[in-house]
């Protein structure tokens, strides 16, 4: 009930504001560029980190289930970032690790390793829209942001918690990705997302990000702490916290190897 | 004095009922099965707790059949394609599943590969054979996405309706895949599409009001007004009837419209049902008046001759039929509640309307009914002579037809279908049957195992119950199929395993089990997360199986025997069921049950109502013989007729209660007037025949034409109650004229003796 009052009015609030960009144009898709350019080069050079997070499942009936993981992510400064992912609960899945590369020009890869049977398995590339770990984020949710994966256009200009903001519409430009679009929040004052809308094959809303306690990290990259994806289609939910995040932590981009996944730590 | 201010009385109704019709158009139609249910109901409260912990599951169902008799072709596979692609597009869709995007799996390099079944690019005669092999090997497909005999596939569409009130929602539903069908039958000749699913039943439901509302009620309006003209020979009475009649079902459906009430398929008969029982009533007041002035009177005299002798039976058989729709309230349907309470208002209103607006009707254009003739007294006269000499014979023949009912209506058993209620004209129904046809039924139940603790499901005990679970349900004659997680486990076991058959057996440890799992959840595509089969937790499974459209004691029992079977296995889990149409089937028991109480309450009230209104004990316990035989004998004839018993059905026996008594009290009356005068108990009898054979006559023939409107509805629900209705109104008449009559004679004379005895 809640989700769908939000989702009106944010369809409402599109509405209204749409008069002053009503229209895609050049100039309002080279802007929406520009922004999302100034947003990618904003957060480059932090090189590599490490974090723990908790990741909290709801169901409709408000039923919740937590996954405890570790990431840790390598900076490519010419090509998309590479991540790992470690599972420590629930237990019959601690130890299962999670390899993907994000390229900004070709599909994304990724692999899994499964202590179960201690074997590295690759994930087609094609399925990046599927859930992660039975939650409200897809892979694609998750890998780093990359300029040339979308079409940019800057719909309206806002305030989003107080503060004056982009709304920038992304239409993802890989035929295998789950959206028809998203709508991006990215606040003036440090490019950063706070909010992101996904609309589905049919061109309905189906998800809502709104990332939250934002904190700086080396002068410069702004992280959030918590993170929680909405389905609006079907209420479920699923928030992302982290509780611990440091960089420069040493690893190497050699770490970063299917070979090396099956004694990931 | 309002009897000589017609024009006010005329004028001050007119206004009421301007006043209260503007509710009218507060009136809306909903198509939503839940309407035949309380929000507490225990079933749909299961229902949706299985919708909020898995995915929901109403759904729109495409089924797909080639006229070769053969989906295995590229023509097919096209259409397929088309139609899966096109299902993604439905409003409010979460979810759209074929044999096309069913997440084939299979061992590649040492890899887990997840793809669709269908690709576009892949259709040669190799490839096409390679689908049909994986369709038919695998239990997820095979009876499920195509039928067993490779003659026809499904497209399953899931859809997420708001909260509320769903027939907006439903409607665009319905709307966008009736276009969807036609486009693809379009273009791809020599296939036929036929649509089903819960969204097509909600709208069905809808469809059937609407249907009923456009073509009953005119055609009603017309018999009714037939039968007012043949009856009355006056366009005055005829006027004034049709009069009452428009202003009690305004106020009525007015009323309705500000109590926030909707038109179901149950209410979109309160104008058929008010409008016969308002025809009832002007019908006693005319015929007096006819009478009257025959005789002689003027018309005030003539129209005070009618109040005098109507008022009291109009103003009892009113309230005895209010009474008895008012028991609908202890109805588990709340849409039979609606139907009760708003008949019970029109019912009253029609009373009111009948004795103030005809007799001021009447003044008003100062009409002379006494050159009419009527005709048919005479025949009544006879028949009560005929009574009184066969008595003796009536009475075992009584008793004779009496039995026989009674050993019939054992036949009757109650059974609820709710696809069935539908029509063969219906595009549900014929969907329905087309299902049934090829694939067996689409009767589903939803069986939830849960083990209450975090990754239960993965621990291989648990993995064990389900898969014998799982066996045992396919074991089961009624069974045509069974989603289970145990096949995907297997399945993937075998994947992991380089595809050797020999793996396709459940993972041997917990963390196999989990971590298969956790990948090939990882390898699904959009849309086809596998959240409707298994909670967030993976503490709880689903299990889907698709049973034959069995009747509510076979599918209530088959629900009890899973359970049965499921606790012997001695395990931690718990198992649960819910659907829709176990809804349905228990709430046709139940319903029963407690409309049998309703039609107990609404006997003792009555009876004490006739006691009181016939000032005698005697003739008040009498009256209970003609007013419960008819309903005997109704439902041994449904018996044989039928013999199923569905939801509408239970209502009909406290229903008809109330309108039966009707003759009753007319005759007792009457009776009993004559008895005052001390005259002997043929003439009794006599005078009783001839004063209201005929009204008891007409009256009947009114209420079975107004009831037997509904049998022309093509919603089993509504045509049913109408012919049951029908059957109980006649034999009323016919137990009130020869039953009641014979008993009498026997009682009273028996009694007379035996008092002559004690003289002596």
Redesign the interface.
Known sequence: MQIRTVSLMLVCVSLLCAGSYAHADEASKLKGLEIATERKSRDMGWGDSSAEATMILRNASGQEASRELRMQSFEMLEDGDKALTIFDSPKDVAGTAFLSFSHAREPDEQWIYLPAIKRVKRIATKNKSGPFVGSEFAFEDMTSFEVEKYDYDLIREDTFDGEAVWVIEQTPKDDFSGYSKTLVWVDKSEYRARQIEYFDRKGAPLKILVLEDFRLYKDKYWRPHSSEMINLQTGKSTRLITNKLEFDTGVKESDFDKSKLRRAR | MLQHRPLLVLAGWTFFALLLGIGMSMLTFRGDYRVYFEDDNPQLLAFQ?V???F??SENVSFLVVPDSGNVFNADTFSLLIALTEGA???????RAESLVNFQHTYAFD??????DLIEPSRMSQTDIERVKQVAMSLPEINNRLVASQGDAAVVEVTV?L??GDHTLAVAEIAAYARELKAEMEAAHPGHTIYLSGVVMMNHAFAEEAQKDASTLVPLMFAIIAIAIVLMTRSAVASLATMIVVALSVVITMGAAGYAGLFLSTATVNVPTLVTTLAVADCMHLVVSIRQGMKQGMSLDEAIQFSLNINTKPVLITSITTAVGFLTLNFSEVPILADLGNLTALGVMLACALSLTLVPAFFRLCKVNLAGQTEQGNDFFAKLGQWVIVHYKMILPVSVLVLLISAYFVNKNELNDIVVKYFDQSSELRQAVDAQERLIGGMTNIDFVIDTQS??GI?SPDVLQDLEAFTHWLRTQPEVIHVFSMADTYKRLNKN?NNDDDSFYILPQ????????L??Y???????????NQI????AATRVVATLQNLGSKEFTEFEQRAKRWFESLDTQATLSAASPPLMFAHIGEVNMRSMVNGALVALVLISAMLVFALKSWRLGVISLLPNLIPAGIGFGIWGVISGEINLALSVVLSMTLGIIVDDTVHFLSKYNVARAQNKSVEACVRYAFSTVGMALFTTTVVLASGFGVLTFSSFALNADMGLLTVIIIVAALIVDLLFLPAFLLWLDKANNQKEKSYAN
């Open positions: 707790n919708q909020e912990v995915s929901k993604w597009q439905t409003p409010m869709s979460s040492d890899d887990l590969i997840v793809e997420n708001p909260e975090v990754s993965n992991m440890t917990q963390e196999e089990a989990a971590q298969f956790l990948l959840e990882m390898s699904l595509t959009y849309g086809l997360d596998i959240n909670d967030i937790d993976k």
